[in-house]
């Protein structure tokens, strides 16, 4: 028989799992909600030592309890964060783990990371806070649990059942980094993805096969992924499919995401048989200078701004990536200076950072006496997009233009490390007569295409000047991981209009 032990997320108890550990039974299944420490009836609340040590103390001591051999943890949003502490802790007892619609917090990181509101996050670490001194965060309004998740699906009364039956999450769950010896790394997994909350398979291939090494563990055949079409609290929106997806995950089902075995997308070869041309590197920054070093007329100057999250001790690093530097060559080959940099998008929260980094690049480009200074165009990809915000918002009069090539332009749903200000979606309009020249590819990951499309309709509701280079055959990457002609026309599409506009 199998053994499930269900972890509910922020602000909810075992209740919420009910009618789908009812079902579970139903199929023969032995079910344990979990209601953790200060989330139940009582009136006194969770005592003011309360945190996610607590709540890997509560787990464990189910876990203990239980007769079968081997149990499958499951745990939903918040409640990973002491399935994993637990899972370290006993690894012998479990016979796999299940994140449903849940982050992949590694050792040391905090659920506070992954809250999606910005004002929750920081109210956290404020001394002054609602949550300072083993306080509570407040169960959310009807209307605010939007602001936590995904309410996709949910009908009104089963929202109304979350709002009178949470209890406030205790801050210390959240602020309380995880500690895991890795023993969790060994351990099959699942993950269940809620398409609602704008992640799917499709996704994760992607982040696979883009090959950077933190998604790779992905691969493993001892992962399997599900899908459900709803938000973020399917025990209450589909207890039933939910219910199935489980026992499916308990018997090792799920979609398996195989590793090409290739090298990785971002080190394949760059689609354009451009010019080997002499690198100057500078700090962060290199420069690719059209006839070298020499004297003469100063020349307009593109910076290439790469994505991310990138480890900070990947190598090479991005500027020597070929995508990213044979932009840089391609750019000098054809009379402009090429720039590229490294910037400290090391993760999520790291969006400021790597703002500040691309300023400096500005700031010792246009300062470069071989550079006119105000003829400058940005160019950045992927989830270096976010970083085009504050250019939109305030675009400075020797910003002649900027391109984003299959970009992140909002944060995902989930992604809620990154500060609000990091929205290009919403800061275009305040772009005014900025070009920018945006390269959608069509087999884009359905949650990053919805970034896109949210841009485009803000941009034409306040008349910005964006024009749209499709790849109707591209995928994310594709200016290394294809060579069709189709792609090579939409880069050099690009170029051309980008230069256009720097010498216009």
Same mark, same amino acid.
């Given at each position: 028989?199998?053994?499930?032990v269900l972890v509910p997320g922020c602000f909810t108890g075992g ?28 009136? @006194? ?5 309360? #945190? ?76 002054? +806070? ?13 209307? @605010? ?36 010896? +890795? ?31 933190? !998604? ?31 026992? /499916? ?15 990785? &997308? ?18 962060? *920054? #290199?420069?690719? *200078? ?46 402009? *200076? ?12 790291? =969006? ?28 950045? !990809? ?18 002649? =233009? ?13 992604? +809620? ?14 772009? &005014? ?7 959608? *590819? ?10 896109? @499309? ?7 509701? =306040? ?6 280079? /499709?790849?109707? /055959? ?31």
């Open positions: 028989m199998t053994a499930f209740w919420i799992w009910q009618e789908a550990a009812d079902r579970l039974r139903g199929a023969g299944a032995e079910v344990h909600p979990v209601t953790l420490t200060g989330m139940g009836d009582r009136p @006194e609340g969770p005592g003011p030592g309360t #945190d996610l040590e607590t709540h890997i103390e509560d787990v464990l001591r189910l876990i203990d309890t239980v007769e079968a051999p081997q149990v499958v943890l499951v745990g939903h949003d918040y409640g990973i964060h002491p399935v994993l502490g637990a899972a370290d802790r006993r690894p012998e007892r479990v016979a796999r783990i299940v994140y449903l619609d849940a982050g992949m917090p590694q050792d040391g990181d905090t659920a506070a990371a992954l809250v999606p509101d910005q004002a929750v996050r920081r109210s956290l670490f404020d001394p002054s +806070g609602p949550a300072a001194d083993g306080g509570t965060l407040p169960v959310p309004a009807p209307g @605010e649990w939007q602001r936590w998740g995904s309410t996709a699906g949910l009908p009104d009364e089963a929202l109304a059942r979350l709002t009178s039956l949470a209890r406030p999450q205790p801050a210390g769950t959240l602020t309380r980094p995880l500690r895991l010896s +890795g023993a969790v790394a060994a351990l099959p997994t699942t993950g269940i993805l809620c398409t609602g909350s704008g992640h799917g398979i499709a996704l994760v291939e992607s982040l696979v096969a883009g090959g950077l090494p933190q !998604f790779q563990a992905l691969a493993d055949p001892r992962v399997g992924f599900f899908e459900l079409a709803t938000g973020h609290w399917p025990m209450l929106s589909c207890p039933g499919e939910l219910a199935e997806v489980l026992l /499916d995950a308990a018997a090792g089902g799920g979609h398996r995401i195989t590793a090409s075995g290739e090298q990785p &997308g971002y080190l394949r070869p760059f689609l354009l048989d451009v010019p080997e041309l002499p690198r100057e590197r500078v700090g962060r *920054v #290199d420069l690719y *200078v059209p006839g070298g070093a020499g004297s003469g007329t100063p020349r307009p100057a593109v910076l290439f701004v790469h994505g991310g999250p990138v480890p900070a001790d990947l190598r090479p690093t991005p500027r020597d990536w070929p995508g990213i530097a044979g932009h840089a060559r391609y750019a000098a080959s054809l009379g402009v *200076v090429g720039a590229t940099l490294d910037h400290r998008l090391h993760s999520l929260e790291d =969006c400021a950072l790597a703002a500040e980094d691309v300023a400096e690049a500005v700031e010792l480009l246009r300062a470069d006496p071989r550079v006119d200074g105000e003829r400058i165009a940005l160019w950045h !990809f992927s989830a270096g997009g976010l970083l085009l915000a504050d250019w939109l918002a305030a675009p400075p009069a020797w910003l002649r =233009c900027t391109a984003a090539t299959y970009p992140v332009l909002a944060p995902l749903p989930g992604w +809620g490390a990154v500060e609000p200000r990091f929205r290009p979606a919403a800061a275009v309009r305040g772009a &005014g007569r900025l070009p920018i020249v945006l390269t959608r *590819v069509g087999l884009e990951s359905e949650g990053i295409a919805a970034t896109v @499309e949210e841009f485009l309709a803000a941009a034409k509701s =306040c008349e910005a000047e964006v024009e749209v280079v /499709d790849v109707p /055959d591209g995928r994310h990457g594709f200016d290394t991981a294809g060579d069709t002609e189709q792609a090579r026309r939409a880069v050099e599409h690009a170029m051309r209009s980008v230069l256009a506009h720097l010498r216009g």
